[in-house]
């Protein structure tokens, strides 16, 4: 939504986002997915030549884009198994509202 | 093929998002001023990153007592950044990977090459930072930190900024 705010005062954006189906519902300019765990725009780290696939994404984006509403996947699998990623983004413990949430759940 | 965009989240976070509606606005869009080539580009990144040495990180503490409120602040990070220099206050992910290497959130290294290949004219002396766990009206960015940061970066000849939410 921030991208929104920007690119309304004049300054073209393009967001590399791993939930593209939500930036298509914020009506965002260019965006490119990335199918990787919160907290990891680029890739692992020192994996080099998976940031530069995913800023070439970002380049060809703002290259090609004529309309709002584009967007480009990349096409990179996550370099850990999902067992594993799927616990690499959760901070060490739940955050603040999250917290609350489960405790609203857990009373009756 | 279209990616799965709720590859990595619990189930409950999953319906969430699916049943997140479209926003009732319509979409915004600033042409590039100029082929990509010839663009300055700016990186952004959610992930609430700071520099240790000589910033304030997000208030995590006003966030723990008022839990739907996030810092609306931001922060300048240099593109010449060390990792040792780096902090980060964001309480909604894990910060083991970006303390390892701000680049997978800040790609320096990668706009670095795209530079020295002329696929980009320059990437911009300064990259920002904010925590992004905001309001989703957005009250403050949209009257405060968002025409802020577009001034800053019209006064440094900007030409694009690149947002990675974390």
């Known amino acids: 939504m921030l991208a929104r705010v920007i690119e309304s005062l004049g300054i073209p954006t ?9 930036a298509q519902k914020f009506r965002l300019s260019r965006i490119v997915g990335v199918e990787f765990p919160f907290g990891h725009s680029f890739g692992t780290p020192h994996n080099d030549a998976l940031m530069l696939k995913v800023a070439r994404g970002a380049v060809q984006a703002l290259a090609e884009a ?3 509403g584009y967007r480009l996947d990349i096409d990179a699998e996550w370099p850990v198994p999902l067992e594993v990623a799927y616990k690499t983004w959760h901070p060490p413990k739940p ?3 999250v917290e609350r949430m489960l405790k609203a759940r857990q009373q009756p | 093929m279209p990616i799965d965009s709720y590859k990595f989240l619990p189930r409950s976070m999953r319906t969430m998002y699916e049943s997140t509606p479209a926003i009732d606005e319509p979409p915004v869009w ?13 990186l952004m990144t959610s992930a609430g990153v700071f520099l240790k040495d000589s910033q304030e990180g997000f208030d995590e503490e006003r966030e723990r007592q008022e839990p739907t409120w ?11 950044v060390r990792q040792e220099q780096i902090g980060c206050s964001h309480l909604h992910i894990s910060h083991a990977s970006l303390l390892e290497d701000i680049d997978v959130v800040l790609p320096f290294r990668a706009f670095t090459q795209l530079e020295k290949e002329g696929a980009i004219g320059r990437l911009a002396d300064e990259a920002y930072s904010f925590m992004g766990y905001q309001d989703r009206r957005l009250e403050d960015w949209r009257n405060v930190q968002g025409p802020e940061l577009a001034a800053r970066l019209k006064e440094r000849a900007v030409d694009v900024l690149l947002l990675a939410p974390a």
């Open chain 2, 70 to 80: 996030g810092d609306p602040t931001y922060r300048v990070i240099p593109r010449d």
């Open chain 1, 95 to 97: 955050s603040p509202i």
């Open chain 1, 14 to 22: 393009v967001t590399v986002t791993m939930v593209p189906d939500l």
């Open chain 2, 30 to 42: 600033t042409p590039l001023p100029k082929p990509v080539q010839q663009c300055t580009i700016a």
């Open chain 1, 66 to 68: 004529g309309e709002p």
